[in-house]
């Protein structure tokens, strides 16, 4: 019985180790209903969190669809008003167990006080920013309540406003670490809310806790990538640990002590055979799985996944004959970036999910793009777009969230920013995607060129422009030099405004000459930048997006309400001007539609062409914009409900990864071949141009033409005159193709005309749907034409995509279009509608 006895004693210690939990309990607060109302008013009402003002209100039908005709013009007392919100939560005993119990709010939009069981425990005042309170004291075990007031943003900074004794420029927007484009922009509504944007969540842990981890390279070798991984942790006492890197089935193993209070430590360990990360159209995205186990004896204390690519991303700025660059290097070889500008997806954030920011990116891809710009007037994006980047290949070009605007000064200011700053760069650092970190939209390019200096004297002048710098080229630029794991730094876009010469010759580049200045497109072959950042146009989006927030009688130019979905104050104007120039007058505002997203779409591809035909001189074009934030006459390619304008389909076939480049310069036609693959390649040029109606003009091919890797080169150069054989442009279409002299594989093709469709002298094309056949995708549409068809556009009342759209069908030929949706069509012959350009023009 002794012996017996002495066994289970000396068993009881380690029984007693292997039953609790000791790892830290993360996970979202487990609330019941919430419930808001404004502040003043008796009622109570549910809503589902993330919410915002606006989403809550709609939720209850208590406020219109805001984007409904002029709501937005209804719905602006919205920003005067204090709102809160409210509901409980369950705490279990083992949390309250835990010697620390955490609560950690992120996007609370903006200025909130936070009660939990009727204390205060946090006011906020940056919707960018992390906030973590030690709640343990406030919590008992059961339900607890918490409570959210979030007070007007108009209403918080009204005085600070009032008592700079100067109007800085942006107006009373820039007093706020809140998304600047809540307060409108040219392209976006006015909704100045306030919200819950993500689920608080609880940390609840002992003696230790991973705040931060992060995994970088030492060193990449052929058969060894050295990765070291940087942890921060909090601990509450001195002991030894083990900690594990492990990747799959293999790890290292390292002894440690850990100590009391806040420190940083680090292990290492070899990849063998690494697989480096690449944008699309370089190689593949290839990423690993890395975790960091703390062990005390066998038992897991602490434990942190991370998923990283390995790869090396520069900004290459040197001097040179012509300026100085400005280009990426990706793991070495020089990136030619292929883009657009980001905004945020909608003007309430809270509707935003996984689903539809993979959809966007996808959308990014398959527009054979490699990088986005994250412009500085949105948000910092959540997790999933940036792990969708990582995984797709896509580079972001990452903005500080600062535009067109000269923020405060103040110390309380200063101090917020720095700590916003850190947290992004802490946040983002692990993400292979993220390739440059820029300071902020236009502020530089304001303050010089868009004559703010004029209102301030001079003492005020030097006061502002001391503190611009001390943000963004001193606290901005240090904090990415020290925590962003080599990502470089740009501290304003673009680098010079373009009445400066040097914005051609040096830095990035916002060409809006074109636009703003009524430029003719064709500029865009001679304004060419180093690397082109933003330059865009406007369009209408797609008939079917304008009914949803209009009535048949809204359905004009000039009405109230799509003036109120036009927010540039000359964008109307600008359209009619330069359709004008290039188009025949419209029959009706539905064919004003159609052809405005011709002429965005047609004008933008020669900027495309323009910028990639001077490689390497110029190394990238993002044009502005990707999305939008509503449904709204814009500069996007892709519009509000998802729907690709022509500009999109444009962009496809632009940035192809081989693509061959016309270019009329003057009399003289030249035609480029552009390479951006990893490899050489051999490639036949053909050159067909017919008539119309299908006459065969001239008929010739270039064998065995080299394009080297990365590079653009001039194949072929003649007149005009040559081309056409006597006949006359308006009446003349050239096709050209680059193929695989083997295989016989197109890599690319462009129709090119020499003269503005105004002038063309089209015929009726003869252009039939032939037949409709259900396919595993969707439906496959079958198209036929006797005479050129121009700009040919599919349209259905049905949500799909189109695979291909606005494209021309060239006399006598034959083409399939799948339309891609998952649902039945009752009767798919009559499901599609198709026009071109003769009907609709006069």
């Known amino acids: 019985m002794k012996q017996v006895f002495?066994?289970?004693?000396?068993?009881?210690?380690?029984?007693?180790?292997?039953?609790?939990?000791?790892?830290?309990?993360?996970?979202?607060?487990n609330t019941g209903q919430w419930e808001f109302r404004q502040v003043g008013k008796p009622?109570?009402?549910?809503?589902?969190?993330?919410?915002s003002v606006h989403t809550a209100l709609l939720q209850n039908s208590m406020i219109e669809d805001p984007f409904w005709r002029d709501n937005e013009e209804k719905l602006q007392w919205i920003e005067k008003e204090d709102w809160e919100f409210h509901t409980t939560f369950e705490v279990t005993p083992d949390i309250l167990a835990k010697k620390h119990v955490e609560l950690i709010f992120r996007g609370l939009d903006t200025y909130a006080q936070v009660f939990v069981n009727d204390s205060l425990i946090l006011e906020s005042d940056n919707m960018?920013?992390?906030?973590?309170?030690?709640?343990?004291?406030?919590?008992?075990a059961g339900s607890n309540t918490l409570h959210v007031y979030f007070e007007s943003p108009l209403k918080k900074t009204g005085e600070a406003w009032k008592n700079l004794g100067y109007e800085l420029p942006g107006g009373q927007r820039v007093m706020t670490r809140k998304a600047q484009f809540h307060y409108g922009w040219d392209w976006g509504p006015r909704f100045v809310g306030a919200g819950i944007l993500q689920k608080p969540q609880l940390e609840a842990w002992d003696d230790l806790l991973i705040e931060n981890t992060y995994i970088t390279t030492q060193f990449v070798e052929p058969t060894k990538a050295r990765m070291v991984a940087l942890f921060r942790y909090r601990s509450?006492?001195?002991?030894?640990?083990?900690?594990?890197?492990?990747?799959?089935?293999?790890?290292?193993?390292?002894?440690?002590?850990?100590?009391?209070?806040?420190?940083?430590?680090?292990?290492?360990?070899?990849?063998?055979?690494?697989?480096?990360?690449?944008?699309?159209?370089?190689?593949?995205?290839?990423?690993?799985?890395?975790?960091?186990?703390?062990?005390?004896?066998?038992?897991?204390?602490?434990?942190?996944?991370?998923?990283?690519g390995i790869r090396k991303i520069e900004l290459v700025t040197q001097k040179d004959e012509k300026g100085e660059t400005f280009y990426f290097r990706l793991n070495g070889k020089p990136v030619f970036a292929k883009g657009a500008n980001y905004i945020p997806q909608d003007i309430f954030q809270d509707r935003v999910d996984p689903l539809r920011t993979k959809k966007l990116l996808d959308d990014v891809v398959a527009g054979n793009m490699n990088m986005l710009r994250v412009w500085g007037g949105g948000i910092y994006e959540d997790e999933t777009f940036y792990q969708l980047c990582d995984a797709r290949g896509i580079l972001v070009w990452q903005d500080f969230m600062y535009a067109c605007a000269l923020y405060p000064g103040n110390g309380r200011f200063l101090k917020t920013a720095a700590l916003e700053a850190l947290e992004q760069i802490e946040r983002l650092r692990q993400h292979p995607s993220i390739a440059l970190w820029c300071g902020n939209n236009e502020n530089d390019e304001a303050w010089h060129n868009w004559g703010w200096q004029m209102q301030f004297n001079e003492a005020q002048r030097t006061q502002l422009w001391r503190e611009y710098k001390l943000l963004f080229s001193d606290i901005l630029r240090t904090y990415v030099e020290n925590n962003a794991g080599g990502v470089p730094y740009w501290e304003s876009s673009p680098r010079y405004g373009r009445a400066n010469p040097k914005s051609l010759t040096e830095g990035d580049s916002h060409y809006w000459g074109v636009w703003h200045d009524e430029e003719p497109f064709e500029v865009l072959n001679k304004k060419v930048p180093r690397f082109m950042s933003e330059y865009g146009?406007?369009?209408?989006?797609?008939?079917?997006?304008?009914?949803?927030?209009?009535?048949p009688e809204d359905r004009k130019l000039d009405?109230?309400?799509?003036?109120?979905?036009?927010k540039h104050p000359r964008g109307n104007a600008l359209i009619a001007e330069y359709m004008k120039r290039d188009f025949r007058n419209p029959k009706n505002f539905e064919d004003f539609v159609y052809v405005s997203q011709l002429l965005q779409a047609e004008g933008m591809r020669t900027g495309f062409e323009a910028q990639r035909r001077n490689k390497p001189y110029c190394m990238g074009t993002l044009y502005w914009q990707l999305n939008d934030v509503w449904p709204v006459a814009s500069w996007s390619s892709v519009d509000y409900y998802g729907r690709w304008k022509a500009l999109h389909y444009y962009a496809r076939e632009a940035f192809s990864?081989?693509?061959?480049?016309?270019?009329?310069?003057?009399?003289?036609?030249?035609?480029?071949?552009?390479?951006?693959?990893?490899?050489?390649?051999?490639?036949?040029?053909?050159?067909?141009?017919?008539?119309?109606?299908?006459?065969?003009?001239?008929?010739?091919?270039?064998?065995?033409?080299?394009?080297?890797t990365d590079s653009?080169?001039?194949?072929?150069?003649?007149?005009?005159?040559?081309?056409?054989?006597?006949?006359?442009?308006?009446?003349?279409?050239?096709?050209?193709?680059?193929?695989?002299?083997?295989?016989?594989?197109?890599?690319?093709?462009?129709?090119?005309?020499?003269?503005?469709?105004?002038?063309?002298?089209?015929?009726?094309?003869?252009?039939?749907?032939?037949?409709?056949?259900?396919?595993?995708?969707?439906?496959?549409?079958s198209l036929q034409t006797d005479n050129l068809a121009k700009n040919v556009y599919l349209q259905t009342d049905e949500e799909g995509f189109f695979s291909n759209n606005y494209f021309d069908l060239l006399p006598g030929r034959k083409t399939q279009v799948i339309f891609k949706t998952s649902k039945e069509l009752s009767d798919p012959k009559k499901a599609f509608r198709v026009k071109t350009l003769v009907d609709a023009v006069e």
């Open 236 to 308: 509450d006492l001195k002991f030894p640990v083990v900690v594990q890197f492990k990747e799959g089935k293999r790890k290292s193993v390292e002894d440690r002590v850990l100590w009391p209070g806040t420190h940083t430590d680090s292990v290492t360990y070899d990849v063998e055979n690494p697989k480096l990360w690449w944008c699309a159209g370089m190689g593949d995205p290839h990423l690993y799985d890395f975790s960091i186990e703390i062990k005390k004896g066998v038992q897991t204390i602490e434990r942190q996944d991370v998923r990283m």
């Open 128 to 140: 960018f920013r992390t906030w973590r309170v030690d709640a343990k004291r406030y919590l008992k």
């Open 537 to 551: 146009f406007q369009s209408f989006p797609e008939w079917r997006t304008i009914q949803s927030f209009t009535e």
């Open 6 to 29: 002495l066994l289970a004693f000396a068993l009881l210690p380690m029984l007693t180790d292997a039953q609790p939990s000791y790892t830290p309990i993360r996970q979202a607060l």
């Open 559 to 566: 009405s109230k309400v799509m003036l109120l979905h036009q």
């Open 43 to 51: 009622d109570w009402k549910p809503v589902k969190v993330p919410v």
């Open 657 to 708: 990864p081989v693509a061959v480049l016309p270019y009329l310069d003057g009399e003289k036609f030249k035609i480029y071949g552009v390479n951006d693959l990893a490899d050489s390649l051999k490639v036949t040029l053909h050159i067909h141009a017919y008539t119309f109606e299908g006459s065969k003009v001239i008929d010739f091919n270039l064998p065995d033409l080299m394009l080297q």
């Open 712 to 781: 653009s080169k001039l194949l072929w150069e003649g007149t005009l005159k040559s081309l056409l054989n006597g006949k006359k442009p308006d009446n003349c279409v050239i096709e050209l193709q680059l193929t695989d002299p083997t295989e016989g594989t197109v890599y690319s093709t462009r129709n090119y005309y020499t003269i503005p469709s105004k002038k063309m002298n089209l015929p009726n094309p003869g252009l039939r749907i032939t037949a409709v056949d259900k396919v595993e995708a969707g439906y496959q549409i």
